[in-house]
């Protein structure tokens, strides 16, 4: 709803999706935040024999660049949500949002491919600027394509070291340097590594950062025993129960940030196993 642009995924199909859920009789409690307005242990008091958590990973990473905290530099998680959920391109909406002219997006995920698009459409020149090559582009191979034909400018094997702003604090340039593929890395892919002395920059007046997101911490801190690992996924057997006694996860929450696919495989395994645990325990 709030991510995958309508030109991907039109909202229409994921509304008749929900609607197939409350047709089968599950009911839908919005405006809770778990952990905020009551925690999983109320929940739980309250008579729910079991809790699935399929809360994803949306908190937004940043680099710690300076001049990141510039005026036009967004989260795409924040620029794609103001778009996609608030409708903010529209002159009318009470918080448009900022049609930008030349646009950066740091990032080669699908979230990245998204947000330049978005800004595509907004009128802005877009470059997306990218630390390895087009092969290591973890972006769909479509996504790319589509991008590419909709006139986006690949920077690749270069990484943004710092935003540059004016006086009112806007975002005017980006510093970029040059970078080369050395020994692969633990995930297999090769390491980029910067060229010294190669820094360029780009006139910007707008940069959205899509370098990944994580899980946000909160219902891990309000509930007790709830471990994760070093990136704050939670910690999951391989039917989906977490460390907690018919506490299960499953989804971005626990793989990070990952696919549709992938969290509703997730979602079914999950159930099976609270379906089974709950009819022998009866
Ligand atoms: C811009 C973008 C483009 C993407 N493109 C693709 C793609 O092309 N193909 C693909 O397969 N995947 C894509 N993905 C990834 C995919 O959307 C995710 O992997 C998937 O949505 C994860 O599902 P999930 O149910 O785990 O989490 P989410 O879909 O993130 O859902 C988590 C839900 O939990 C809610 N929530 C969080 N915390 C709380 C709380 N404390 N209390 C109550 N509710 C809470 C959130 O509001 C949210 O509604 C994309 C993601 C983004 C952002």
């Excluded at 002159?91 to 990032?107: A, F, L």
């Excluded at 690749?156 to 980006?174: A, D, F, R, S």
Aim: net charge negative; hydrophobic share 35%; charged share 25%.
């Amino acid at each position: 709803m709030y991510g995958i642009p309508e030109f991907r995924l039109p909202k229409e199909i994921v509304q008749k999706e929900i609607g197939h859920l409350k047709e089968m009789g599950v009911k839908i409690v919005t405006n809770f935040v778990v952990g905020r307005s009551d925690s999983i242990d109320s929940i739980m008091e309250q008579g729910y024999e079991a809790v699935f958590i399929g809360s994803g990973a949306g908190l937004p990473n940043f680099m710690g660049l300076p001049g990141e905290n510039c005026k036009g530099v967004y989260s795409a998680n924040e620029f794609l949500t103001r778009i996609n959920l608030m409708k903010a391109y529209r002159e009318e909406s009470d918080t448009p949002v900022q049609h930008p002219k030349r646009c950066v997006v740091v990032g080669g995920g699908n979230v990245a491919m998204d947000a330049a698009r978005c800004a595509r459409r907004l009128g802005a020149e877009v470059h997306i600027v990218y630390r390895r090559s087009m092969e290591e582009l973890p972006a769909r191979k479509e996504e790319v394509e589509h991008a590419q034909e909709e006139g986006i400018v690949f920077d690749l094997l270069c990484n943004p070291v710092k935003v540059i702003g004016n006086e009112e604090g806007w975002c005017t340039q980006i510093e970029c340097i040059r970078m080369e593929l050395g020994e692969p890395d633990a995930s297999g892919r090769r390491r980029p590594v910067p060229i010294e002395g190669s820094n360029f920059t780009i006139d910007i007046d707008c940069m959205i950062m899509a370098i990944g997101t994580s899980p946000n911490p909160l219902i891990r801190h309000t509930t007790e025993g709830l471990e994760v690992n070093r990136k704050g996924c939670f910690i999951c057997d391989e039917e989906g129960m977490t460390s907690r006694e018919n506490i299960y996860a499953g989804g971005d929450a626990v793989s990070g940030a990952a696919t549709v696919i992938n969290a509703m495989g997730a979602g079914k395994k999950a159930a099976a196993a609270i379906d089974a645990k709950m009819k022998n325990r009866s």
